[in-house]
């Protein structure tokens, strides 16, 4: 049963039959949680709090467990709205590393500051905790993909690539 407003689930009709068939293939109960987000924002690169209040009433569980994965999980990205979402390495290893001189070249090279999403829609730029690549900081992630050894060259030639990639469509 849902517990949003008749009016609201009207409105979100759609977000709502797109959890629905997640559910269906991911099952009913909390261990469908996480694989259910993910497809979800692979289909709506964002979850809201709507979606997020549908997923927990399809689950059977608490509103605030969905919200603590999906802000814990920073891959879901709830507020990453753009095609592609860059995440930069904030923590000790790549902050000393040389990170802010990064985060500065990201921000001049897509005109965009942390938590903004470009007008065109392709680029989310956010921070990041510890990825994983500390022996090769300063170290990002591009969508899934993580890189390291990051040099402001390096970054200009993968958001050229993707920019590239995105006229070509
Ligand atoms: S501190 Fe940046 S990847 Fe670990």
């Not at 467990?65 to 790549?94: E, K, N, P, Q, W």
């Not at 001049?108 to 829609?121: A, K, Q, S, V, Y």
């Amino acid at each position: 049963m849902l517990t949003i407003p008749a009016e609201v689930a009207e409105q979100h009709a759609e977000l709502i039959g797109i959890i629905d068939t997640l559910v269906e293939r991911h099952g009913r109960d909390r261990s469908a949680l996480i694989p259910v987000l993910q497809d979800l924002h692979v289909e709506r690169r964002r979850i809201g709090p709507t979606a997020m209040q549908v997923v927990a009433d399809r689950l059977g569980i608490p509103v605030t467990d969905v919200y603590g994965v999906v802000t814990f999980y920073s891959f879901l990205g709830m507020g990453a709205v753009g095609r592609h979402v860059i995440r930069l390495c904030r923590t000790i290893s790549c902050g000393m590393a040389g990170a802010e001189g990064i985060a500065r070249h990201l921000e001049r090279e897509l005109g965009i500051g942390f938590g903004e999403t470009t007008p065109d829609g392709l680029f989310t730029l956010e921070w990041a905790n510890c990825i994983g690549r500390c022996d090769s900081a300063p170290a990002m992630l591009v969508d899934q993909s993580a890189m390291g050894h990051l040099t402001p060259e390096l970054v200009s030639e993968v958001i050229a690539g993707l920019r590239a990639a995105a006229r070509e469509e």
